[in-house]
């Protein structure tokens, strides 16, 4: 079920910021910080991508869940019966 939900974003953020890291940088007119700028837009691309990927991956399979007391578990699982 998550590999499904996952698609459609994965694809639109990793083109998104393939967009930005590899298109972007030619359309930099030229100037005396023109590198500058282009490592600007390479490395933003990056880190975004990085960042929102490990945060959405964190929530499609996260390391713990909620910490609940024997009696609660109990209780819920009489409560949705």
């Known amino acids: 079920m998550v590999s499904h939900s996952l698609t459609l974003p994965m694809i639109c953020f990793t083109t998104l ?23 600007m837009l390479i490395l933003t691309a990056i880190c975004c991508y ?3 990927l490990i945060a959405i991956l964190a929530q499609a399979n996260p390391l713990f869940g909620p910490q609940l007391k024997n009696e609660t578990i109990w209780y819920l699982r009489y409560y949705w019966e």
């Open 17 to 39: 910021w393939a967009l930005v890291g590899c298109v972007a940088p030619w359309f930099v007119p030229k100037g005396p910080n023109r590198g500058v700028v282009i490592t």
């Open 50 to 52: 990085l960042f929102w």
